[in-house]
């Protein structure tokens, strides 16, 4: 007997750990399963993690759909499956990432089911188990524009930048185009048959795009224009200028500084397409965004591109508000746009009207006062240098005021040798030229005023010649910073000043007042007496050598810096020979908007 209870009892056992070894295989054999499905969605793998489920076809047709819209950059965890005989409940915890450096992320849980079948395990097919809503439609990913859309204003609250419907205008190879020019010349004379045909042939067989168009521009040729073989239409939202007149380099970076505020602000949506629409089922609103108010004034824009429209060489104007710093201008006349954004960081000698900063460095050092008798005659040898006055005029012994108004070169030259090797370097930073500033909306450079350790260098620079450079902007703000006694912080957005690489020593006290009444002098009775009839007017002229290298030969550019109660201005004209052509624009720019 016992003997038989002991062999029974090892049947026993034997059987229930048979028992037991099942049930550990089939939950090994489910956990497989779930864990594969879980992993494969998690590569993207749409035909692996459908193979796993009880309608391959039909998930691998959805799933291939799903990876195609919404991309593979997701990832998905099993936190829980639970088995109940010959079924099974699991969930997933999914993390999809969206839109630029995959910022946007989509992170939700859901349930699934599995069966037993034949000693296998498959997760039963249920779209809604990988993704909320896929059971309703296809899903897609899209972006949420912040509404209203941000405006960019002028400082008067006009607006200066606004969205607009345009139109691209595409053309593949096999157009028409005789037909497309015929159409689209009257709009943009540059636009001809020839000049699509060479744009075609460059392209290899790829499409061109031939125009943007405004709507207002596109709709009395809009069906004719579709009408044509291999010329496609896309409609698109830009940020325009309101007025399709203003050109000013400042677009660009009110522009971008508009794209950058939009696109923090931008929301995003998975919508599922249903019979009955698009349903969300997860994102993210937009935010809010505010106007971005600039500090440009339309109506003195329009004014300042008149003023230079004429000019057929490279001009730009820039005029800051000295009080703020705002600026309130920066125009370009066509030649100056085909070379970019020179009234900002365009670099330049600036000739005489650099002599703002030697009178004031020689103010500084004690070396004179401005009634000073000073020698102005009409050519000079200085330490090496020949130096001119223009013309070889010579005014004998001269107030130094007298000298600055009528620019004499060989007085300055002379002031600037006593100077120490930094002190124009010094003076010009006092007045903001040769320091840069970071602000929102706008890249600029001020120009450079080298150390000069040599005599004949510092005579150079004391003219403004040598390896002196300045931009308008910062030739600008020269005027705006004796205007005011202390160098501004420029900006181009309301409350967001410039922030300046270094912090220069401040201007003395009177010597601001000092250079302006020479300034004044320039006016009434100097080099630029053809605005004397602006009141309260202040300025200097400059005209600045250079040398063509294309021609080999002597040439020069003309400048005009002018400060008139709250508006310091500076004007530049590529190679105008003299002056002259600068002083004319500051004067029809300053009377168009008195």
Known sequence: MNLVRRRAGGALLAVLLLVLAGCGDAEDRLADTVRGFADALGRGDAAAAAALTSDSAGATATLTDLFSSLGNEVGFDVPTVSREENSARFTLAATWKFGPEKANEWTYTTEGTAT?????????????????????????????????????????????????????????????????????????????AQSLAEDLAEAAGKPVTAITLREEDLAPIQEPLSALANVTLRPQTRLLATDRALTSPTLAGLGELWQQRTDAATGWAVLAET??????????????????????????????????????TPAALVAIQPSTGNLLVVAQNAPADAQGAIALTGLYPPGSTFKTVTVSAALQAGQVTP?????????????????????????????????????????????????????????????GLG?????????????????????????????????????????????????????PAPAIVEGAPGVSDTTPE?????????????????????????LQDIPDMLGKTGTAEYVNSQADEQRAHGWFVGIRGDLALAVFVGDAGSSGPAVDAAGGFLRAIS
């Open 116 to 192: 037993e079948k034949d000693g296998d395990w498959v997760v039963d097919w249920n779209p809604a188990t990988v993704a909320p809503g896929l059971d309703a439609g296809p899903l897609s990913y899209t972006n949420l524009a912040p509404q209203p859309a941000a405006r960019v204003l002028d400082r008067t609250g006009g607006e200066l930048l606004t969205q607009h419907i345009v139109t691209v205008v595409d053309l593949a190879p096999g157009a028409d185009v005789n037909a497309v020019a015929a159409l689209l010349n009257p709009i943009a004379p540059t636009i001809t």
């Open 435 to 487: 320091i840069d500033y970071v602000a929102p909306g706008m890249t600029t450079v001020t120009g450079s005023v080298p150390v000069a350790d040599t005599p004949a260098l510092r005579v150079e620079e004391g003219i403004g010649q040598g390896k002196v450079t300045a931009s308008p902007f910062g030739m600008a703000l020269v005027a705006a910073t004796l205007a005011r006694g202390s160098v």
């Open 371 to 431: 009634d000073s008798i000073v020698g102005c005659p009409g050519t000079e040898n200085i330490e090496g240098r020949q130096i001119p006055n223009d013309d070889n005029f010579e005014l004998g012994d001269v107030p130094l005021h007298t000298a600055f108004a009528k620019s004499c070169n060989t007085t300055m030259g002379r002031l600037a040798v006593g100077l120490p090797a930094d002190g124009l370097t010094k003076a010009a930073a006092q007045l």
């Open 275 to 312: 019979p009955a629409g698009a349903k969300h089922v997860g994102g993210q609103d937009a935010s809010p965004v505010g106007d971005i108010a600039s500090t440009l004034d339309i109506g003195m824009q329009l004014a300042a591109e008149a003023a230079l429209a004429p000019l057929t």
């Open 506 to 530: 401040p201007l003395p006290p009177s010597v601001d007042e000092q250079v302006r009444a020479m300034m004044r002098e320039t006016i009434t009775g100097g080099t630029a007496t053809q």
